[in-house]
C-alpha cells in the first residue's frame, strides 16, 4: 500500500501541474448544469435530484474515459514508464497508485456539478443519501476506469483521443444521461439498458432517491465490467509483451 499511495501521488502531482487536464473533465458537467439543468429543471426538487445525479454520472464517465484513455496512452510514449516496468515492486503498486488517484481526481471532477446544484437548484438530500451517493461515486467508476484502460493500452496516443472522444457522447446520450428517467426518447428507452451508464446513473438515482433501479440495466452493468476487465486486462499483457520483446 505505501508504494501504491507513492505513485498515487506522482499521478497527481503531475495531473495538479497541467491544471487544464483537470479543467477539462469538470468543464462539461458543470456546463450542462448551468445550460440545461439549472433553467428547466431547477425549480423541481425531484427533477433536480435526478439530473444531478445524471450529471454527476457525467462528470465520472468523464474523469475516468479522457484521463486514463488518454493519459495512459500518452504515459506509454515516455521513457519513464519502461523504467518503472523494470522495478521490482511490479505492476500492482503502479496500477493500484493510477487508480487511487484517478479516484481522487473524479471526486474533484465533480464537485463543481454539486456545488452548482446545491446553489443554483432545489436539489436536496439528506447526509445519509449524500453519503451513499458520494460511496456510488466509487462503483460505478468502475467500468468507466476499465474502459479508459482499455483505451489506454490498446492505442497508441493520437488513436486513443478519438476514440475516447467518440465513444463518450454516445455514451452519454445513449445511456439515458441527458434526459429524465422516463422523458427519453423511445430509441434510447429501448438500447439503454444495455449501456453501462444507465446502470452507473440508476445505482446513483437509487442511492439519493426512492428510484427502483432496472434489473437489466444492473445485470448490464456487470456483464460489462467483466467485459471490460478483460480487455483491459488483454491489452495490458499485450502491451507488456511488445516492451519486453
Known amino acids: 500500500m505505501p508504494l501504491a499511495l507513492v505513485h498515487a501521488r506522482f499521478q497527481l502531482l ?26 428547466f429543471a431547477g ?8 439530473a444531478t445525479c445524471a450529471m454527476v454520472t457525467f462528470a465520472v464517465m ?13 504515459d506509454r510514449d515516455q521513457p519513464w514508464n519502461p523504467y518503472t516496468r523494470t522495478l521490482p515492486a511490479g ?27 446545491a446553489v443554483a437548484t ?6 445519509a443519501q449524500f453519503l451513499l451517493g458520494a460511496a456510488g ?7 468507466f476506469t476499465l474502459l479508459g484502460l482499455a483505451i489506454g493500452y490498446s492505442l497508441p496516443s493520437k488513436a486513443a483521443i478519438v476514440v475516447a ?16 428517467p422516463d422523458d427519453a426518447p423511445s430509441f434510447i428507452k429501448a438500447i439503454a439498458p444495455y449501456l453501462p451508464t444507465r446502470g452507473a446513473v440508476e445505482l446513483m438515482w437509487a442511492a ?18 467483466v467485459l471490460l476487465a478483460g480487455v483491459a486486462g488483454w491489452a495490458y499483457r499485450r502491451d507488456e509483451g511488445r516492451r519486453f520483446t
Not at 474523469?63 to 496512452?73: H, M, R, T
Open 165 to 180: 472522444q467518440l465513444i463518450f457522447f454516445p455514451l452519454a446520450f445513449g445511456g439515458g444521461l441527458l434526459s429524465g
Open 137 to 143: 461515486v466509487a462503483v460505478i467508476s468502475v467500468p
Open 43 to 50: 425549480d423541481d426538487p425531484a427533477g433536480a435530484t435526478y
Open 91 to 117: 505492476p500492482g503498486p503502479r496500477l493500484a497508485g493510477r487508480i487511487l488517484a484517478g479516484l481522487a481526481l473524479t471526486y474533484l471532477s465533480m464537485l463543481p456539478v454539486v456545488v452548482i446544484a
Open 62 to 74: 468523464s474523469a475516468n474515459i479522457f484521463q486514463y484513455g488518454i493519459g495512459v496512452a500518452e
Open 122 to 127: 432545489a436539489a436536496r438530500v439528506t447526509p
Open 14 to 39: 503531475e495531473t495538479v501541474r497541467i491544471p487544464v487536464a483537470i479543467f477539462g473533465s469538470a468543464f462539461f458537467p458543470a456546463a450542462a448544469m448551468l445550460f440545461f439543468v439549472v433553467p
Open 208 to 225: 439519493v432517491t426512492d428510484w427502483r433501479p432496472n434489473l437489466v440495466s444492473l445485470a448490464m452493468l456487470g456483464v460489462w465490467i
